[in-house]
């Protein structure tokens, strides 16, 4: 319990810097001269970066523990925070944010893999990762109308310096606290989802990942896919639907953006929802998000902030949901390569959603794009129905 209080205060410390970002880049790159367009390829390529990092990550943090890409992660990317202070053009921009995006790709599925370490029982392993969901939704409570008052104060430069001066000293206290080795995850893991044989187990550790390494059947990536797709699509849309980027259209994305995170730490508080099965809270979030979505694109008399407060509530219930799941079907030694995939097809999602936003933004609106994705991820949901998943299920198109 010790590391997992030392962990969500280096989590919430990170995401707050993080998330302080997300209405501030998009301004500060229409500052520089961007377009919509480059817009969208900047924050696309951030995600885009992030594969040859997970590629490396599940492997190294099965191989390694996950202390020292924590450390790695938060310190490199609070230097290049301090190099994004000085960007004077947009191709700098996209460089530093590409570089930003490979340096932070190793932090979520080390955490997470130490997260699950943590306990042999399903149902706390459950608790620790809606756990890590609140961490991170009171950070982006408070962070984005947090960076918004801030660089309203300090200016684009002198807010990127504070945020990358922080993120390093996170990395520090990390360097110091975190434990050098992580407990088995195999002793970790409950009976229920120990390997059935021992050749499920590879004798050789592979080097590189793949889905067939985990257990896991290639199309359960297509949920995190199409999830983090919409979420690219919002974060691109929300500032540039604010009055023209300015300081009060960034103080508006500051406070949009809390509210979303606002609705999720409401949903991700309600602990009893962990008992309910995974499938089941995955398929209602998956509708309540398209559908608030659909009305972002159809019916501008209801309140933007309404509809982004349900949109968080419903995003609370899936993320832990979406861990329960791939925990269940993982295997012993493998949490590291299963989380890594997870983290890829959401970086190849947070990567299309944005470069196809700005390319068919002047077409069709953003937030349309994000409901059929969305419904699309629903429709492709196998049909668990009332059953059980069990360790290494595979899906052929039929429940098994």
């Given at each position: 319990?010790?590391?997992?209080?030392w962990?969500?205060?280096?989590?919430?410390?990170a995401?707050?810097d993080?998330?302080?970002q997300?209405?501030?880049?998009?301004?500060f790159?229409l500052?520089?001269?961007?377009?919509?367009?480059?817009i969208?390829?900047m924050?696309?390529?951030?995600s885009?970066?992030?594969?040859p990092?997970?590629?490396?990550?599940?492997?190294l943090?099965?191989?390694?523990?996950?202390r020292?890409?924590i450390v790695?992660?938060?310190?490199?990317?609070?230097v290049i925070?301090?190099?994004?202070a000085?960007?004077?053009?947009?191709?700098?921009l996209?460089?530093?944010?590409?570089?930003?995006?490979f340096?932070l790709?190793?932090?979520?599925?080390?955490?997470?893999?130490?997260?699950?370490?943590?306990?042999?029982?399903?149902?706390?392993?459950?608790?620790?990762?809606?756990?890590?969901?609140?961490?991170?939704?009171?950070?982006?409570v408070v962070?984005?109308?947090?960076?918004?008052?801030?660089v309203a104060?300090?200016?684009?430069?002198?807010?990127?310096?504070?945020?990358?001066?922080?993120?390093?000293?996170?990395?520090?206290?990390?360097?110091?606290s975190?434990p050098?080795?992580?407990?088995?995850?195999?002793?970790?893991?409950p009976?229920?989802?120990?390997?059935?044989?021992?050749?499920a187990?590879?004798?050789?550790?592979p080097?590189?990942?793949?889905?067939?390494?985990?257990?896991?059947?290639?199309?359960?990536?297509?949920?995190?896919?199409?999830?983090?797709c919409?979420?690219g699509v919002?974060?691109?849309?929300?500032?540039?639907?604010?009055?023209?980027?300015?300081?009060?259209g960034?103080?508006?994305?500051?406070?949009?953006?809390?509210?979303l995170?606002?609705?999720?730490?409401?949903t991700?508080?309600m602990?009893?929802?962990?008992?309910?099965?995974?499938?089941?809270?995955?398929a209602?979030?998956?509708?309540?998000?398209?559908?608030?979505?659909?009305s972002?694109?159809?019916?501008?008399?209801?309140?933007?902030?309404?509809i982004?407060?349900?949109?968080?509530?419903?995003k609370?219930v899936?993320?832990p949901?979406?861990?329960?799941?791939f925990?269940?079907?993982?295997?012993?030694?493998?949490l590291?390569?299963?989380?890594?995939?997870q983290?890829?097809?959401?970086?190849?999602?947070?990567f299309?959603?944005?470069?196809t936003?700005?390319?068919?933004r002047?077409?069709v609106?953003?937030?349309?794009i994000?409901?059929?994705?969305?419904?699309?991820?629903?429709m492709?949901?196998?049909?668990?129905?009332?059953?059980?998943?069990?360790?290494h299920?595979?899906?052929?198109?039929?429940?098994?």
């Amino acid at each position: 319990m010790k590391t997992a209080l030392w962990l969500y205060l280096f989590l919430f410390l990170a995401f707050f810097d993080l998330h302080a970002q997300y209405p501030i880049l998009t301004p500060f790159a229409l500052s520089l001269g961007a377009g919509p367009a480059f817009i969208g390829w900047m924050m696309g390529m951030y995600s885009l970066t992030h594969l040859p990092g997970n590629l490396l990550a599940g492997v190294l943090i099965d191989r390694k523990g996950s202390r020292r890409y924590i450390v790695f992660s938060l310190t490199a990317a609070g230097v290049i925070l301090l190099l994004q202070a000085h960007a004077q053009l947009p191709w700098h921009l996209l460089l530093l944010r590409a570089a930003s995006g490979f340096a932070l790709a190793f932090l979520s599925p080390a955490c997470m893999t130490l997260l699950a370490s943590l306990s042999a029982d399903s149902a706390v392993q459950g608790k620790y990762m809606s756990g890590h969901g609140i961490v991170h939704t009171l950070a982006s409570v408070v962070s984005p109308a947090a960076g918004a008052v801030i660089v309203a104060k300090a200016g684009y430069s002198g807010t990127f310096s504070s945020l990358g001066w922080l993120l390093i000293a996170t990395g520090v206290m990390a360097f110091f606290s975190v434990p050098k080795h992580s407990p088995s995850v195999k002793g970790a893991m409950p009976p229920a989802l120990l390997p059935l044989k021992p050749e499920a187990s590879p004798k050789h550790a592979p080097s590189a990942t793949t889905a067939s390494d985990t257990g896991v059947s290639r199309r359960y990536f297509l949920l995190p896919f199409f999830v983090s797709c919409s979420q690219g699509v919002l974060f691109f849309e929300l500032p540039l639907s604010q009055s023209g980027g300015g300081s009060e259209g960034i103080l508006s994305t500051g406070l949009l953006l809390s509210l979303l995170s606002l609705g999720a730490l409401v949903t991700l508080s309600m602990f009893s929802l962990n008992r309910l099965a995974p499938a089941k809270r995955i398929a209602a979030a998956l509708l309540g998000m398209a559908v608030c979505f659909f009305s972002l694109a159809a019916f501008h008399s209801i309140p933007a902030g309404m509809i982004l407060f349900l949109l968080g509530a419903a995003k609370g219930v899936l993320f832990p949901a979406m861990a329960s799941l791939f925990i269940s079907l993982g295997g012993p030694g493998r949490l590291g390569r299963t989380f890594s995939l997870q983290s890829i097809a959401m970086s190849l999602g947070a990567f299309a959603g944005p470069v196809t936003a700005g390319g068919l933004r002047d077409v069709v609106s953003p937030y349309f794009i994000a409901f059929l994705l969305l419904m699309t991820a629903l429709m492709l949901l196998p049909p668990w129905g009332a059953q059980k998943l069990t360790p290494h299920h595979k899906w052929n198109g039929r429940a098994a």
